[in-house]
């Protein structure tokens, strides 16, 4: 049989599906999250030659919040399903990737080219011929796709599509088509890293962009800095440090930007959000003459029911792709660059103190025993008395994610939360996922807080962590059903009602045995402070699973607060 000539030509021939894994591995992607199918199996065989290991989750859902979790303690993430029904259950955790910046390499594998041409009637398709139908509904929750169908084309199109992830923190799409896998491709250009680097701003714009920001800084009588999501996503927390560091002026972060500031810095001031601020908060931002805005989502639920009073006469934005001063907004003007330089010449500025962050409960809440229910107002101050430096605090979409914002974090604690797009059951498999690129990169704790009714979408992932050797300190707040959705509408419809699951006897169940995890159950003030203090419990040495019990109405003060802003807005005609 005549050699392909076309092979024969590439200085080192290198199988499509080996290049792939060996470009994620490049990245820094280690775990690779997913469904094994009858199109991606042979794909699977060539993870442990580029260094991959296979997660397997228990479906495609959880897979994706996974794959999201370990995004945002890694950088980036990789995720594998097959064609059609193993694609189309990822898509929710693929959309809230998209939505929240955060870089998902999505992999899928397909029919091969000469199914698709000719239209074959195969499984897992519509069964009409179409086989663009999946990948067309993954194009606008995806900033690149990448169609493996041509040899010639395949290496090029990988290594645009992992940058293209990296560069806009959004996932990106790609189809290896089962004919394709163990076609050669020239595996030369491994030897040259894919390059993921941003562009420079062009220096005339960027130098005047900066006069402009240190124009109004320098003439600003009680400037602040208000740090978001975006800061993080997009991988300017150093720039941004540095800011706050030699600035020192009072500097907040909106609830999706917890844990992006080191919170013990002596200027940092807490939570702005709106009338959900802590206290102290709102009023200091909101009679500020400037404020640098890093990286701001301004969503209904980072603004406690969009009740900001922030002027944008008054407002600096910082963002990925342009900066906004005042009302003059300059386009493909790249953050980082700009603080950068801003931190460079910014000499000495006006500053105003503002108000200190603690973890001090209230003095209402402090007394301790056996007869006192564990409330919000205690439970959140006492957390951040717990939580240790590097930790990696998980909350779920409720009463855990507006919890935390009443929580001063230690130094380097990471926060994953979804406040964006808000999918119920996330943080269970974001805490397999950050649970194991945290056993990667050296082990830091990582600790969950889920409500019961989220807890139950998504608890099968419990399983996983276990298989895959995880320590996760697991906390499922046991209140009878979706708390935020009662003080939204129907405090007592039995819609928000859920079935009442014997929580911590699930562990033993998913596999777990006295080696490898421990379960607690905790209903008073007094047991939850016992816990707290107790040191074996506060080491991640095994998966720690606690039943948490809270009255059924309480809930924190700016979850009530945007919560009835929320039933407002729905209610709008």
């Known amino acids: 049989m005549a050699s392909d000539i076309r092979t024969s030509e590439l200085k080192s021939p290198v199988d499509v599906a080996e290049y792939l894994f060996r470009r994620l591995h490049e990245v820094g992607i280690r775990g690779v999250h997913g469904i094994p199918g009858d199109y991606n199996l042979v794909a699977l065989d060539y993870l442990p030659k580029a260094g991959l290991n296979w997660v397997g989750n228990v479906n495609e859902l959880n897979a994706g919040y996974a794959a999201d979790g370990y995004a945002r303690v ?20 693929i959309a809230g ?23 074959m009637l195969l499984h897992h398709t519509l069964g009409n011929g179409n086989f ?30 992992i940058r ?79 800011l706050i560091e030699k600035s020192n002026l009072p500097t907040f972060v909106a609830p999706m930007g917890k844990g992006a500031v080191n919170e013990t810095l002596p200027n940092y001031g807490g939570v702005y959000a709106g009338d959900g601020s802590n206290e102290g908060v709102r009023e200091r931002v909101e009679s500020s003459d400037l404020i640098l805005s890093i990286g701001s989502i301004k969503s209904d639920f980072n603004t406690a029911g969009f009740t900001y009073r922030i002027s944008q006469l008054s407002t600096i934005d910082f963002h990925s792709n342009y900066i906004r001063v005042k009302y003059s907004e300059y386009p493909g003007v790249r953050m980082q660059g700009v603080l950068k330089r801003v931190v460079e010449k910014m000499g000495k500025l006006n500053i105003q103190p503002g108000p200190k962050s603690s973890n001090e409960i209230a003095h209402k809440d402090k007394e301790v025993s056996h007869e006192h229910a564990i409330t919000h107002d205690w439970l959140w101050p006492r ?156 080491q991640a040495e095994k998966l720690r699973f606690v039943e948490l019990y809270m009255p059924k109405e309480d809930a924190p003060r700016v979850l009530k607060m945007t919560a009835e802003a929320s039933a407002r807005n729905n209610a709008k005609r």
Request: hydrophobic residues 40%.
């Open 74 to 93: 890694k950088g980036i993430s990789a995720v594998v399903t097959t064609f059609g029904v193993g694609e189309l259950s990822l898509l929710n955790a």
């Open 132 to 161: 663009e139908v999946f990948a067309d509904m993954s194009k606008n929750i995806s900033c690149a796709m990448a169609k493996l169908n041509d040899p010639h084309e395949a290496a090029t199109l990988i290594d645009n599509a």
């Open 383 to 538: 957390i951040g008395q717990w939580l240790q430096p590097n930790d990696i605090v998980i909350t779920e979409t409720g009463t855990a994610n507006f919890g935390i914002w009443e929580t001063r974090f230690p130094e380097n604690v990471l926060a994953v939360s979804q406040v964006l797009w808000g999918s119920i059951g996330y943080s269970v498999g974001a805490c397999q996922g950050a649970a194991l690129a945290a056993k990667e990169t050296g082990n830091r704790r990582t600790i969950l807080f889920v409500g019961d009714g989220s807890f139950e979408l998504t608890a099968q992932e419990v399983s996983t962590m276990i298989r895959q050797k995880l320590k996760p300190i697991i906390f499922v707040i046991c209140n009878e059903g979706y708390t935020i959705e009662r003080y939204i509408h129907g405090m007592d419809a039995s819609y928000n009602d859920i079935s009442q699951w014997k929580f911590k006897d699930l562990v033993p169940i998913f596999g777990g045995t006295a080696e490898n995890s421990q379960t607690y159950q905790v209903k008073t003030k007094q047991e939850a402070e016992d816990l707290f203090n107790d040191e074996t419990f506060a």
């Open 164 to 242: 293209e992830c990296w560069v806009q923190s959004r996932p990106v799409y790609i189809t290896l088509p089962t004919d394709m896998v163990q076609t050669k491709v020239e595996g030369e250009r491994l030897k040259t890293p894919i390059d993921l680097n941003h562009p420079p701003n062009q220096p005339e714009k960027e130098d005047y962009v900066v006069d402009v920001v240190l124009k109004y800084l320098h003439a600003a009588k009680n400037p602040v800095i208000l740090v978001d999501a975006c800061a993080q996503r997009h991988k300017v927390l150093d720039e941004v440090h540095e």
């Open 97 to 119: 990737g998209y939505s929240e910046f955060v870089p998902i390499v999505h992999i899928v594998g397909t029919p091969s080219t000469l199914s698709q041409k000719d239209g």
